[in-house]
T-cell receptor, first 113, second 114 residues
């Protein structure tokens, strides 16, 4: 079956530090890959996505590249802000009609001033 | 309009109460979902409706009863819940055909069962 593994948290960084959150997946075929973000007390927001190998998703300074050879989709940001403090979920979906997302366990990011 | 709206945002109920959670979207999506999220955990899929028909029920106890009155609305009826059912309940929607898998989530309804 499908699975997503992401690094354990919390990840604690100072403002303007470089961020990497690792994500690897197991799936058959060619899934779509996503990073969702959940701010405290809120629902999930799509941060970025990639639908095929070598695609790079980007949004709000965050980037992730779909690497089929390493089955990875690592999230990066060059300079984090306090407002980036949230829980980040890596997820995949097989492209067939309605979507059933497989989520990783989530990584909490804490950014201090 | 790219929103999924959930009401109420907070709900406290006793184990003998009957209540409902409501979800609405106006993006023309034909697939709608209920997820349950416990603290510090990822969301867990409960139900999927596709074209207003129940397509997936992830072995959810019958005290949770979903309903999809039309393509824009999704309800979750709650009856005789247990304290362990306290959680954040998330509604989501997506396109059906040609779907890249992206789900649009609401803000959630935080349920406390006393």
């Amino acid at each position: 079956g499908n699975s997503v593994t992401q690094m354990e948290g919390p990840v604690t960084l100072s403002e303007e530090a470089f961020l990497t959150i690792n994500c690897t997946y197991t799936a058959t075929g060619y899934p779509s890959l996503f990073w969702y973000v959940q701010y405290p007390g809120e629902g999930l927001q799509l941060l970025l996505k990639a639908t095929k190998a070598d695609d790079k998703g980007s949004n709000k300074g965050f980037e992730a590249t779909y690497r089929k050879e390493t089955t990875s989709f690592h999230l990066e940001k060059g300079s984090v802000q306090v407002s980036d403090s949230a829980v980040y979920f890596c997820a995949l979906s097989q492209n067939s009609g309605y979507s059933t997302l497989t989520f990783g366990k989530g990584t909490m990011l804490l950014v201090s001033p | 309009d790219t929103e999924v709206t959930q009401t109420p945002k907070h709900l406290v109920m006793g184990m003998t109460n009957k209540k409902s959670l409501k979800c609405e979207q106006h993006m023309g999506h034909r697939a709608m979902y209920w997820y349950k999220q416990k603290a510090k955990k990822p969301p867990e899929l409960m139900f999927v409706y596709s074209y207003e028909k129940l397509s997936i029920n992830e072995s959810v106890p019958s005290r949770f009863s979903p309903e999809c009155p039309n393509s824009s609305l999704l309800n979750l009826h709650l009856h005789a819940l247990q304290p362990e059912d306290s959680a954040l309940y998330l509604c989501a929607s997506s396109h059906e055909s040609g779907n890249t898998g992206e789900l649009f989530f609401g803000e959630g309804s935080r349920l406390t069962v006393l």
